[in-house]
């Protein structure tokens, strides 16, 4: 049976020669995506303004969240989540903060209270005060910064400084193009936001380190052949594989975002921004090249040395000539 085979394998495009392009367009809307954010904002969730959780379930079966969120919304209460969790008939309600203080907030909680009746039990009243949040969105901004030290710590080790300096270029690109797509949007910010940048660093970076794994090997193998030529035989190498894996995630996210409801809209909706276009797009257009201007290769001599296929290991393998046995050249010498 014939194996499938996405890209085949003398295939030779030419990567590295639209670097003159990548980088200027990446660098171009870096700037937007830092103006974005600094004169646009962005859509905080209650998680980082604070607000009121209520933790409820339902009397007579599985919750209606449609009718649920159609009767909140006409109590004029601002921004407000509704979230399924644990058994069908438990609801999390997050409703953003009330101008009015604490006062306010139980006004806010006691219409919820009346609007619902008393077809629901309710398990848990939260307030999350302007202290509490601004700790979340501190702590948050804390574990993204150690996560991307501790990444340039492993690949420093790993490979050589060049390399985890690449990756964490590319990857700080992938995280301001993310934050610039949120502030324009205006997703919601949450702690879900901030789950949806880790999963965006670790899966480009994850999809940088198979790339650079390549380049390192072939940089031992051949000794003579130019970088760029080099650095488009890697990503050749590993480009089945990439479009196999970003086509899959692609496909999930797409369901996730299409039928996920509105509780995991700005979680599948960064997802699908940051991993599927700017991830995709980053580990060959980005990661790749900048390691040219990072002065990988630099002290390499030019030549005409080809990477090795099958074809070509099959043509220059030593031929094996049999010998004839004893009693055949005692037969011959008679």
Do not use: C
Request: no cysteine; aromatic share 8%; net charge neutral.
């Amino acid at each position: 049976m014939r194996l499938l085979r996405i890209v085949p394998d003398n295939t030779k495009f030419d990567f590295m020669r639209f670097r003159r392009i990548s980088f200027p367009v990446s660098a171009m809307l870096s700037i937007v995506a830092i103006a974005l954010y600094f004169f646009h904002g962005l859509n905080f969730g209650i998680d980082f303004i604070g607000g009121t959780l209520i933790e409820m379930q339902t009397k007579a079966g599985q919750a209606d969240l449609a009718k649920m969120r159609s009767t909140i919304n006409g109590l004029h209460l601002g921004d407000f989540q509704l979230q399924q969790f644990g058994a069908p008939n438990d609801v999390l309600i997050r409703i953003s903060e009330q101008p009015g203080g604490d006062q306010a907030q139980q006004e806010a909680v006691q219409k919820v209270r009346e609007a619902l009746g008393n077809d629901v039990d309710y398990r848990r009243v939260e307030v999350v005060g302007p202290s509490v949040s601004t700790e979340l969105l501190s702590y948050g901004t804390v574990g993204l910064l150690l996560a991307i030290a501790a990444i340039l710590i492993y690949l420093w080790f790993r490979f050589e400084w060049q390399f985890a300096l690449g990756a964490m270029i590319a990857n700080v690109h992938d995280l301001v193009l993310t934050v610039g797509f949120m502030s324009l949007t205006h997703i919601d910010f949450d702690l879900t936001s901030i789950a949806a940048l880790l999963t965006i660093l670790g899966y480009s970076l994850n999809d940088t380190v198979v790339i650079y794994d390549r380049i390192r090997e072939m940089l031992r193998r051949y000794k003579r052949m130019p970088m760029p030529d080099l650095l488009n035989a890697s990503v050749n190498a590993t480009l089945s594989r990439s479009i196999v894996t970003h086509v899959t995630v692609a496909m999930s996210l797409l369901a996730l975002l299409l039928f996920g409801g509105q509780a995991i809209h700005s979680f599948t909706a960064t997802m699908m921004f940051g991993v599927v276009l700017v991830g995709t797009y980053t580990s060959v257009f980005i990661a790749s090249p900048i390691l040219i201007y990072l002065g990988v290769g630099s002290t390499r001599t030019g030549g005409s040395e080809e990477p090795e296929t099958s074809s070509t290991a099959a043509a220059t393998a030593p031929t094996t000539v049999a010998r004839p046995a004893p009693a055949q050249r005692a037969r011959s010498r008679r």
